[in-house]
């Protein structure tokens, strides 16, 4: 039995479908260009304080997934495949202030949103401080 164009339009339809939903979840995570451009506001140099307060929001809020060091090795991160992405790896790093900014504002699957937890400084000074997580 020959198939028939609509079958084949079908069958078409339902792999794209399948295969656009398993890439989703593997991709890596890529914010919008409009975020790229956000300027981070408080500079890390001349306002040490933010980093204080960024390690003090990351360690209570962060860590239990992301690490004590942001390797992606938190506690209720074992669970999760794949793991967080190790911030101190040169991929992550080499995002702008403003895509991490805006990542950690709208999460996405097992990373919480955070807008309305927190405060806009109290963002940046978390990105702030996971500028510091660098390999040593
Ligand atoms: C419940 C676990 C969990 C907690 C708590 C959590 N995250 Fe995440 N985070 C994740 C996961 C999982 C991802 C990867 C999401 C993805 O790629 O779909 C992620 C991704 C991120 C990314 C983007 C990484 C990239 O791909 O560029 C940033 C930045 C980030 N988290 C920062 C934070 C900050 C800051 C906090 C605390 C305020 C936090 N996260 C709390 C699980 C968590």
């Known amino acids: 039995m020959a198939f028939t164009r609509l079958q084949i339009a079908f069958i078409g339809v339902v792999c794209f479908l ?24 408080i500079k890390a140099s001349d306002y040490d304080y933010s980093i204080e307060e960024g390690k003090y929001q990351y360690t209570s809020n962060c860590a239990s997934c992301h ?17 967080p992405i190790d911030f101190t790896s040169k991929r992550f790093q080499s995002q702008t202030d403003g895509e991490l900014f805006w990542k950690i504002n709208e999460g996405r699957g097992k990373m919480p949103k955070y807008k309305n937890e927190f405060s806009e400084d109290d963002i940046w000074f978390m990105v702030n401080y996971i500028r510091t997580l660098t390999k040593k």
Do not use: M, R, T
């Open 18 to 41: 399948a295969i656009k939903s398993s890439a989703q979840n593997a991709a890596i995570w890529i914010a919008p260009d409009k975020a790229k451009s956000l300027v981070n506001p």
């Open 67 to 83: 690490g004590e060091l942001g390797l992606g090795d938190g506690e209720k991160a074992k669970k999760f495949n794949p793991p």
